[in-house]
């Protein structure tokens, strides 16, 4: 194990890709030449070390970068292409959904897109709706699809291979707010396998299911809820599709609660589904209502003080975990606005 | 640009590529006309055959092609089987995508008619990656993309020009303005008569020609293969050309000028093919019965085999949607 | 009330709001003049009635199409634009999503957008994924924006016409399968309020909640489980947001037990949000599992015998009643996939 | 096109605003390196503003504009009050947005200045609409949309061009062709030089023009507003210019040569304007340093304006979604 920053495993991700597949190119809006010059980003250096045949620089062309992906990935390449924010995966939705998604199953089993597509999200950057705007529950909604978003180095680094190498096509969310995270990583072409969540942190009394940076709020409130003789067990999702249902189903027969952490928009975010499946398949087994901690229904905001408002903290998620454990008056504060 | 005479093997293969085409269709405007024998809607080439026999003769077996909603001149000209193309069109079991593609997203990788998209412009974005694939192995081999006038219009296609502009692709654009898109007449829809000026826009050659004439077609889609072939970039095709049947089977035509349809009729790329290989003597008229006949029996097989062909067992609806499935 | 079908009585809203209002303009790939020339398409003969200057037939143009009416009802023009089916819906995302939900909110409330985008819905002609693709989920997920699916003439009517005069962006699912359904319809200038659901059978067992096509479905559902004893609650969602929460919640605090049925993925789909709401929301009186009839997440497939395999049928909205109510095995069906 | 000459007032007024942009944005790159002062990033017009000052000035206040990231030359020219621009850069209560846009989605509709969009080509898909309905209403004026090079490759200004020509809208596009789109130089994001050859494949005028003479752009935009202005439908005017200070605050411009910005240095707007004027004896040294001092104390006092401003009360993030919020 090494120590790197998140920025720095999915570098190395791409760069062991790279060396041991001639068929792994990389393209998007300033992937080669940046106007960063910082070895936290992804994808820092590899134009010096590939060269402009396999790292390409793209003109503003999002629907166009999406379907070099799907069309090389169709031909037998392996494409990893950035698509700049979140909000702008609107451009490219159209090859993402309707092509990358759809022409396997249409072509009758003929055709296969190993692509890769990824995508910054997070929020408290102050830029803004239109720079932020985390949309997983879109693509995982849609057939066809993979997704994941990794909250450690280590993962960042072993979901960012799986999903290169993975037949399908892969969104791969590179939560902005982590880049600079420190965390030990493992040497060489280590994968983590896409569909398996990993227990952060165990515990009987409730099950609080987070991703991506709303993890590490999540894990400071188990940390306080912990002094307050609550035990959470944690579970980091890093695959949104395909779910590692099981993990879930069984933590939370064992801790008969569960809360859903998650910085998008609330209402018909990725944590309904959860909910949903919960409230089906382990109903049986619930001892108290479900609890999701999510976005109000707004536009990312801008000012410190929108900010703060928008953005889960962990006394939402200590609070919400409370009203799960029945400790607290029910409330399901503004996020409840549709 | 000097056009060498075509060998007359040649002139019978495109004259055959078209009466091909004409036949299989008319056989899908029969299954039409009886309900509940093709799902969804049926959208023909009808008047267009030129166009896809003129390009896709002049092009190698490594190049790929893209195609859109109308496909059915463009497979069957690169090869396509009869029997699964119909197959598929009725969405049987035995289609050529195993009956989870009908009639509009008709795909024949073994044949590189690579990908089909009825979404209107998507054909070129994603021909842009097959052509960059082709470009980044160095294997040679180009791709054609063809979509519509009404496509034009959309955005993806403007930033395919322009990427495969930058990037030198060898990626030819054949836009096939048949002066309609749905019911809205070309000037409703695109703002010049001749897509084939914006080439300029994008550092490509662009040429209009006319889309009736298989073999002004051809010489020109032999000259942009080259040229994109040779590695100086993309370039442009527009065929002019008309729509005969409509939008589809469906599109009784209540919009369009009787007198329009007469003169386009009259300039059928077929018609006018048969009358000019007679007057050549390449063909007497005995060899072309015998060609048409050969077309339609062929067409008419194909039905057959269709019709004896079951629909895909209902838990096949759950396969093929990933490599790897999910696990749970 | 006068007969008409459902694709009349939209028809006839457009013409009404088109006649008391100026500002009220329509546009879209063949609204004026269709290859279709018929009288329960939605713009039949307006083109005629209300001329070229507003009725806009435009290029195959979905960005600019959605552009249109988001600059123009920033102007104080009330655009009425189709985008002609769902799928397509991933071209005018960007303008949906980060321009007509947001551009308000960052106006700081200086700028509105009353436009309309009606757009195609429904699962069963035959044409395939490219065409067909319900998404309701993507917009409910967004903010700013508000979105309406009516399920009888009457509120197609009702609903088109607030749509239009709302102050904020709505998109109106038409959905293709009732264009022809006949029904009673009031004369004239009748609304139907946005964010009211209706009972469309009372009953006192389950509340099962739909919208659409599907509600016919489960109204059909409903009457066999009637003769089976099962008294069902059926609510006509109409209007997904706003939502009508009270009286969803009402009814499960009654009947204690919560279906949901719609014809999309049912995975992270509009259901999703419906259950995870009653499951913290009204936890206390849930009596059982519940349950979500969607379809699998496959592709809209296009054979007869796979397309019955996607469409959720009567049998399986029994089937998932009576296993809220706990009179069969538990199953999810292949709808679980994810 | 025969220039006449430019009235000495209306030359006081273009150096006026050109000024005034620079000292405002100076006041921005002085907050830019005190960290948390500036929520996001900053974005400037430094260099190009003579492109702002020539076409703006050139407009009626019927006139609509609309604007991207890097908007603050336009706003201001367009008579955006400084102080609340300032507050809203600083995401203040007070800002013209009410906190709520922050320094990428500045709009000011009172000067009309009706909408601002940071996504890359979302510009002129709006104007769009905004010039459809000046053109419904026959109420007179004409809407202009600023893009940059970069944005030139988006699908949707492709789509806006084609429809606006349809339907001969009166839509100014100008294009500020800066040599950059983020850190890609303009032969890697274009497949051409002048996006103005552009014009001619949507039947409108467009001319390419030098961005750093703001009387050549203000001459420019008179003509070509009053081509718009007469009915006669859209037109292009691209301004070549360079983005002195990099993309944003945070892009130290590693990858950009020296003696590129040298030679762009040399040819600063404001510099060449003020030289001019003074040759031509339309301004002396005193009144020149009256301005440029007047201008530095108005921006001085909104940055002071802004830091005396709270930031927005924090449950006003949840109001302004809808002008009729949802019940539940
Ligand atoms: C993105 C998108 N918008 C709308 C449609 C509906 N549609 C199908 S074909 C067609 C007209 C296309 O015209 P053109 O590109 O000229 O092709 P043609 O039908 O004339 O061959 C339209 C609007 C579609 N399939 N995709
Ligand atoms: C759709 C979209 N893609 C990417 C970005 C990120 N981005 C912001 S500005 C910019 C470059 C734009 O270049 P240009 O249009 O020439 O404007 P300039 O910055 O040079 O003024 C990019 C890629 C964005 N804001 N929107
Ligand atoms: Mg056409
Ligand atoms: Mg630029």
Same mark, same amino acid.
């Given at each position: ?30 992937? #080669? ?169 165990? #515990? ?24 307050? #003789? ?6 980091? /999702? ?19 609660? /569960? ?26 087994? /619930? ?52 | ?230 590695? @100086? ?42 009358? @000019? ?52």
């Amino acid at each position: 194990m090494i120590q790197k920053t998140f920025g720095q495993a999915l570098n190395e991700a791409l760069t062991i890709a790279m060396e041991i597949d001639e068929a792994v190119f990389i393209a998007g809006e300033g992937v #080669g030449v940046s106007i960063h010059k910082d070895p936290n980003m992804t994808t820092f250096g590899l134009l010096d070390k590939f060269g402009p045949g396999r790292v390409k620089d793209t003109p503003v062309s999002e629907a166009a970068i999406a379907g070099l992906a799907v069309g090389a990935s169709c031909m037998g390449l392996r494409p990893v292409v950035e698509i700049m924010f979140f909000p702008f995966m609107t451009l490219a939705s159209d090859m993402l959904i309707n092509h990358a998604g759809k022409l396997r199953y249409m072509s009758g089993g003929k055709s296969s897109f190993p692509l890769t597509v990824r995508v910054k999200a997070g929020v408290g950057f102050g830029a803004g709706s239109q720079h932020s705007h985390n949309l997983e529950s879109w693509i995982a909604h849609c057939p066809g699809l993979k997704i994941v978003w990794p909250a450690t180095p280590e993962d960042a680094k072993g979901l960012m291979l799986s999903a290169i190498f993975d037949p399908d096509p892969v969104i791969v969310v590179e939560d902005m707010m982590l880049y600079r995270m420190p965390g030990s990583v493992p040497a060489g072409d280590v994968r983590t396998p896409l569909g398996k969540a990993r227990v952060a942190a165990s #515990g009987t009394d409730c099950t609080v299911v987070s991703y991506g940076a709303a993890l590490h709020t999540t894990l400071k409130a188990a940390a306080v809820l912990n002094e307050q #003789g609550i035990s959470c067990e944690v579970i980091d /999702l890093r695959s949104l599709v395909p779910l590692d249902k099981a993990c879930i189903l069984d933590s939370v027969r064992r801790t008969g609660r /569960l809360v859903v952490v998650h910085e998008a928009v609330r209402f018909c975010g990725f944590g309904a589904e959860l909910a949903a499946m919960v409230a089906d398949e382990a109903f049986a087994a /619930l001892k108290g209502p479900i609890k999701r901690v999510g976005a109000p229904k707004i536009p990312v905001p801008v000012a410190p003080t929108h900010e703060k408002i928008f953005k889960p903290a962990p006394e939402d998620v200590v609070r919400a975990v409370r009203e799960a454990m029945g400790k607290e008056g029910h409330s399901s504060g503004p996020s409840a606005t549709n | 640009m000097t056009k060498n005479p075509i060998a007359p093997d040649v002139r019978i293969h495109l004259y055959t590529q078209m009466i091909r085409v004409r036949k299989f269709e008319e056989q899908i405007v029969a299954l039409s006309k009886e309900s509940g024998r093709l799902p969804g809607m049926q959208i023909l080439a009808n008047g267009q055959e030129a166009v896809a026999a003129g390009i896709v003769s002049a092009l190698e077996p490594a190049d790929v092609i893209v195609t859109n909603h109308r496909s059915h001149g463009h497979l069957l000209t690169r090869g396509a089987d009869m029997n699964s193309l119909m197959a598929e069109i009725m969405a049987k079991e035995t289609g050529v995508n195993k009956g989870k593609a009908g009639t509009l997203h008709l795909s024949v990788p073994e044949v590189n008619a690579l990908m089909t998209s009825t979404v209107v412009g998507a054909g070129p974005p994603l021909a842009l990656g097959a052509a960059f694939a082709q470009q980044y192995r160095c294997a040679g081999g180009i791709t054609v993309v063809f979509f519509g006038d009404g496509a034009a219009a959309e955005g993806s296609v403007h930033e395919t020009m322009n990427l495969a502009g930058i990037w030198k692709l060898p990626l030819l654009f054949v836009c096939e303005n048949n002066c309609w898109a749905g019911a809205q007449r070309h000037e409703v829809h695109c703002a010049t008569r001749h897509i084939s000026g914006r080439a300029a826009g994008y550092d490509m050659p662009g040429k209009s020609v006319d889309g009736n004439d298989v073999e002004v077609v051809y010489h020109q889609a032999a000259e942009m293969a080259a040229y994109c072939r040779s590695g @100086k970039g993309p370039a442009l095709i527009e065929a002019h050309t008309y729509r005969m049947r409509g939008h589809g089977e469906q599109d009784h035509q209540h919009y369009v000028d009787p007198a329009e349809l007469e003169i386009w009729a009259a300039r059928c790329p077929i018609r006018l093919y048969r009358q @000019k290989l007679l007057s050549d003597g390449v063909l007497d008229t005995d060899r072309l019965q015998a060609i048409d006949q050969e077309a339609e029996v062929r067409a008419a097989a194909a039905v057959a085999f269709a019709d004896a062909s079951p629909y895909p067992a209902p838990e096949t609806a759950l396969t093929d949607v990933y490599v790897q499935p999910p696990l749970s």
